[in-house]
């Protein structure tokens, strides 16, 4: 431990102290040119100081969202405020010299023009502001530079105020919009930088970020619409949409939100006349159709979207989504195998480096309710839990995968194959075809067989140097293009004769009906693809990638899993495994009716071809199916058997977000509530009993697990009212009960001053801001 810095560390404020004087900073600039939407968190660096002569220096960061950016002032008074919360309170006759802060950096990333706002601030002294470019020259701060700083900065702290997935040391979290007045200083700088949004970015699913479509308007539908007020909000888009009319489907869910349908519906109507094109506008309609039970009338509009903009993802994805309403599942299939798939991009974070201490302080009486944060047994699982490819999906991966899964849960697996094999040509039939045309092909060859005929396509063949022999063909296009644009939806059919019969857990599952080992790959959340082992599991993350499998204990896991020996003493039915299909984006894709033979005994000319991914997703999803199979046969088992049925808090964990992803939400309840009997540190089920016992409106239990997810929230420098998740729980309970409700049931629980106040913040925000409910 290097002398002097427990006593230079903050009391209750995270830091990261740095090796290098300065170095975060130069870091920091180094990476502004990587950065590609909204921008890493604030970045607030101090040097701290005795002002002797011979005592090192110390340079500490911390990362923080929700300080006001509107001025070189704001953020230089949050760096003056450090000063009071030095942990060393030296005594004027103690020999411990007192540790200051000597002067401080504060770092805003500006989405907008894509630099680097910066505030030096020396105490005593004077306060500098200066923009740093992507190249690192400094720039003179303007007044419009700043205002974008401003809502960036406040977009951030928005958007990432509960992202699960968004993780970082040191990262304090405040406040973004305290007063009303503050909240309408925000709108009218995002009525001002409306037309530039789309500068800042979208979300991973959106491919061409718009006026309408973007991480301003994502903001602004977040912060208001999680606490219900959608008044403010209209009255912003009711401006701004007469001079972008595709603004009108932003204000149609306001109204909608508002419960002013009629209203919704004229604005509606009429914005279509102008912007008919406007596929925002059209999915506003389709919602509004769909909660109205008109499904007919809501595929005809999304057909309509997907013509409008066929390159987005969201189209596509709301066309089979209908398609799943309406029951026609072999369309819907279709329609998935046609999304357009993008690469995931992540949220924009700083590069970690190494440090000379981390300082985490942990001092808030609400942690003392808390368990100890250190590894226990309940924090292992067995390999092949912690191996599921699914939770690894990201961006439109995990939303075509959710897609997949509500197929599932409508029809079941075994249906499900069924009509994958009768819209999708399936490898075996593929290879079958193929291998007899070039049959044919060899004995025309052979016998120098003149072409004639309506067979004949020597004038399309081309001959490769090998001696290969390929014919264009007049139907050569992707499958992804001819999918959706399909005949009417064909009847779902017998599984064909290629069909593999239901089988148990065993060796054999796993291997390809073809023989060969071929692997199968997952899409990861970077859009790389990660090698599938034959035993039939993905690996999600890196870790998994470099983990071995040779420790006795982990093979016998996976034995058991794979039905090499009984699970628990259980025989288990599996899940049919499926077959592979056809690749569509191989090099033999092209296949329809030119190439197949009039008198074959069966044709493609009904079916497509199966894109890739489309595939890898159907190979992870039969693994989540298999393993929860086992799981539940597991649990009935013990139930006969009067036995206990015993798992670490983390499988508990993992089967609690398997069944969820599974819409199995009673025996995912089940499981999370399971978790909670360990005294594993995780937020995770307590978060997601609190969100099921808000929908089902039940105020006991979603207090009492709102003050855990108080408790870890602040653990982990989560010092804000709103827009949190326990925020929006509350105000969905207070929509049907009334706040007044909720605060009784608090203070009838006699609860410890401290953790009443943190409860009741939530509460006074709404009474503030006038969320619906506060008065009843």
Not at 258 to 278: C, D, G, L, W, Y
Not at 483 to 492: E, L, R
Request: aromatic share 10%; net charge negative.
């Amino acid at each position: 431990m290097v002398p002097g810095l427990a006593e230079a560390s903050f009391k209750d404020i995270p830091e990261i102290f740095e090796v290098d004087l300065g170095e975060s900073l130069t870091a920091r600039t180094e990476a502004l040119s990587s950065f590609r939407e909204l921008g890493p968190p604030d970045l607030c660096h101090v040097v701290k100081s005795t002002g002797k002569a011979g005592t090192r220096d110390f340079g500490s960061y911390h990362y923080v969202s929700g300080v006001d950016a509107s001025s070189s002032a704001s953020l230089a008074a949050y760096i003056n405020s450090l000063t009071y919360s030095i942990e060393g309170t030296a005594a004027w006759f103690s020999n411990t010299p007192q540790w200051k802060v000597k002067n401080g950096c504060y770092c805003c990333f500006n989405a907008f023009s894509r630099v680097d706002i910066r505030v030096d601030v020396k105490i005593p002294g004077g306060v500098n502001a200066y923009v740093i470019d992507l190249r690192g020259e400094r720039h003179e701060a303007t007044a419009e530079l700043w205002q974008e700083t401003y809502v960036s900065a406040l977009l951030r702290a928005i958007l990432y105020s509960d992202d699960p997935t968004y993780f970082l040391d040191a990262y304090r979290k405040l406040d973004p919009i305290p007063t009303p007045e503050g909240e309408l200083r925000f709108l009218q700088a995002a009525a001002a930088l409306f037309a530039k949004g789309w500068q800042v970015g979208s979300d991973p699913e959106i491919q061409v970020a718009t006026v309408v479509s973007n991480h301003l308007t994502a903001g602004i539908m977040k912060y208001f619409g999680d606490s219900g007020r959608y008044q403010q909000v209209a009255n912003l888009f009711e401006k701004l949409a007469v001079k972008e009319p595709e603004v009108s489907s932003l204000l149609a869910r306001s109204y909608i939100g508002m419960n002013e349908e009629v209203k919704a519906v004229q604005i509606m109507a009429a914005a279509m006349r102008n912007t008919p094109q406007s596929y925002t506008l059209l999915h506003a309609q389709c919602e509004f159709l769909r909660s109205k039970g008109q499904n007919e009338w809501a595929l005809k509009l999304a057909r309509q979207a997907v013509n409008c903009a066929p390159s987005e993802f969201v189209t596509w994805e709301k066309l089979a989504d209908i398609y799943i309403d309406l029951r026609q599942y072999d369309s819907a299939l279709l329609t998935l195998n046609s999304c357009p798939m993008f690469t995931f991009n992540g949220r924009d974070s700083h590069r970690a480096l190494p440090a000379l201490k981390v300082h985490l302080p942990f001092t808030r009486t609400i942690g003392e309710i808390l368990p100890e944060k250190h590894k226990t047994e309940d924090d292992d699982a067995e390999p092949a839990l912690q191996r599921l490819p699914a939770p690894g999906l990201r961006g439109t991966w995990a939303r075509a995968y959710a897609l997949l899964t509500r197929l599932v849960s409508q029809i079941g697996w075994d249906e499900l194959l069924k009509t994958r094999s009768t819209v999708f040509v399936m490898e075996e039939e593929y290879r079958m075809q193929k291998a007899h045309t070039d049959m044919q092909h060899v004995m025309k060859s052979s016998g120098n067989v003149a072409a004639t005929g309506p067979e004949s396509d020597v004038g399309s063949a081309v001959i490769h140097e090998d001696g290969t022999v390929e014919r264009r063909s007049s139907y050569d296009d992707k499958a992804s293009t001819r999918g959706v644009i399909a005949p009417p939806t064909p009847k779902v059919g017998p599984t064909d004769a290629n069909g593999v019969p239901e089988i148990r857990i065993s060796s054999d599952s796993s291997r390809r009906l073809d023989g060969e080992s071929e692997v199968t790959k997952v899409e990861s959340e970077e859009g790389e693809q990660l090698p599938k082992k034959n035993k039939g599991k993905a690996k999600a993350t890196e870790e998994d990638e470099d983990s071995e499998d040779d420790d006795d204990e982990d093979d016998e896991d996976e034995a058991a899993l794979n039905g090499k020996a009984p699970l628990n003493g259980v025989k288990v039915q599996s899940p049919q495994q499926p077959v592979q299909a056809a690749a569509g984006e191989s090099e033999t894709a092209n296949v329809n009716e030119a190439t197949v033979p009039a008198q074959e005994s069966f044709s493609f000319s009904n079916k497509r071809l199966c894109e890739r991914w489309l595939d890898n997703l159907f190979m992870v999803l039969y693994e989540d199916l298999r393993v929860w199979t086992i799981f539940r046969a597991e649990v009935a088992h013990f139930k006969t058997q009067h036995v206990a049925y015993r798992k670490t808090g983390l499988e508990w964990e993992i089967l609690g977000d398997l069944g969820i992803r599974l819409h199995h939400k009673e025996e995912a309840k089940e499981a999370y509530q399971r978790c909670l009997d360990s005294s594993r540190y995780s937020v995770k089920p307590w978060f997601k009993l609190m969100e099921t016992y808000a929908e089902e409106g039940d105020i006991q239990r979603t207090v009492q697990t709102g003050i855990r997810v108080a408790a870890y929230s602040y653990a982990d420098y989560t010092e804000m009212a709103f827009p949190t998740q326990i925020s929006r729980a509350f105000f969905k309970l207070g929509q049907i009960h009334g706040h007044a409700k909720i605060t009784f049931t608090l203070l009838s629980m006699g609860l410890p001053e401290p953790i009443l106040k943190i409860m009741d913040s939530y509460l006074q925000y709404g009474k503030l801001f006038k969320v619906e409910g506060y008065d009843f």
